[in-house]
């Protein structure tokens, strides 16, 4: 069955930089594209970055753009999130997801999140 488990959240200060990861299994990874999507406390799901199966395209939301990167190693079957410049505002839980069909496509399946607190 799909698995996709996330890793490498934590607490950051104001302007470090963190990396997330999420390994995937039950498919297969290269053929597919993978987001990565936040929901912080109160707040409604974003959708923060996605990459295309071959990496040869991807997504930044506006609020992360410059900051963030999104990248997929499908030897390993990972796609990875450097987060960079960290703000207070980009607290929430982070959400790894695959994408059914191409970028901003609906996701089909999600990871459990792994949480993010950006905070002094």
């Known amino acids: 069955q799909v698995q996709l488990v996330e890793s490498g959240g934590g607490l950051a200060q104001p302007g470090g930089s963190l990396r997330l990861s999420c390994a995937a299994s039950?498919?297969?990874?290269?053929?597919?594209?993978m987001s990565w999507a936040r929901q912080a406390p109160g707040k409604g799901l974003e959708r923060v970055s996605e990459?295309?199966?071959?990496?040869?395209?991807?997504y930044y939301a506006d609020s992360v753009k410059g900051r963030f990167t999104i990248s997929r190693d499908n030897a390993k079957n990972t796609v990875y999130l450097q987060m960079n410049s960290l703000k207070p505002e980009d607290t929430a839980l982070y959400y790894c997801?695959?994408?059914?069909?191409?970028?901003?496509?609906?996701?089909?399946?999600w990871g459990q999140g792994t949480q993010v607190t950006v905070s002094s």
């Open positions: 997801a695959r994408n059914s069909g191409g970028l901003g496509s609906d996701r089909d399946y």
């Open positions: 990459i295309y199966s071959d990496g040869s395209d991807t």
């Open positions: 039950g498919f297969t990874f290269s053929k597919y594209a």
